[in-house]
């Protein structure tokens, strides 16, 4: 089953507004990241929280992370249309499974018209 | 240029035939993975390989099979066995501290069956 759930599964906004997506998650973690992937692409990485941080920036993005309601949200500010792609949460399996193996959410489609 | 190339871009089965996808990388990592990627939904683990000549099955490994014999290459196979090859297939590639670490992907191969 998948570890990271990301809500909502497609987002549609205007040009110049926030988008916000959140992933949830159901065991514990030792961090979560975020990765973009535009349509037939590979994935890039966005952004990499530890499970002892609360917030991390990166230019328009910001990523918080709350481990007691094993939650994640990834805000993007002042959007634009070039941020149009799929948004995925990835865990690692905390203690209980192997260090190497990240598991992704299904994703949000984030839509941004210009 | 540092990075992941994957080859090819798309590749056509036909019944009964084993095909080979490549991935090679040249960021000096030590872990490599192999993810398939179907239509709306999230990656999914198939092998990964922490070191050369040692390689992992992931969640999905049935009628898949890998090599490492050499530290920036890692192949994957789909064999005949694989009843429901059709996927995007993405590879990645990650410092020896794996998934607590940002994994990097190639531009992903597109499996089709004739």
């Known amino acids: 089953s998948q570890q990271g759930e990301e809500d909502p599964q497609a987002l549609s906004i205007q040009e110049g507004e926030n988008a916000t997506m959140n992933c949830s998650y159901k065991t514990s973690i030792n961090n979560l990241q975020w990765y973009r992937q535009n349509s037939g692409r590979g994935l890039v990485h966005l952004i990499l929280i530890r499970s002892n941080e609360r917030e991390k920036h990166s230019g328009r993005l910001r990523v918080t992370l709350d481990t007691s309601k094993k939650s994640s949200s990834l805000l993007i500010t002042a959007s634009r249309a070039a941020d149009t792609a799929s948004y995925f949460c990835a865990t690692d399996r905390g203690s209980g499974g192997s260090n190497y193996k990240l598991t992704f959410g299904k994703g949000t489609l984030l839509t941004v018209n210009p | 240029d540092g990075g992941i190339t994957q080859s090819p871009k798309y590749l056509f089965r036909k019944e009964g035939q084993n095909v080979t996808l490549s991935c090679e990388q040249n960021?000096?990592?030590?872990?490599m993975y192999w993810y398939r990627q179907d239509p709306g939904q999230g990656l999914r683990l198939i092998y990964y390989s922490q070191i050369v000549n040692d390689f992992q099955k992931g969640d999905i490994a049935e009628g898949y099979s890998v090599s490492r014999e050499k530290k920036e290459s890692f192949p994957l196979t789909v064999t005949s066995a694989q009843k429901n090859p059709t996927a995007f297939y993405l590879c990645?590639?990650?410092?020896?501290?794996?998934?607590?670490?940002?994994?990097?992907f190639g531009p992903g191969t597109r499996l089709l069956v004739l």
């Open positions: 960021l000096n990592h030590d872990a």
């Open positions: 990645a590639s990650s410092t020896w501290a794996g998934a607590r670490e940002t994994q990097y």
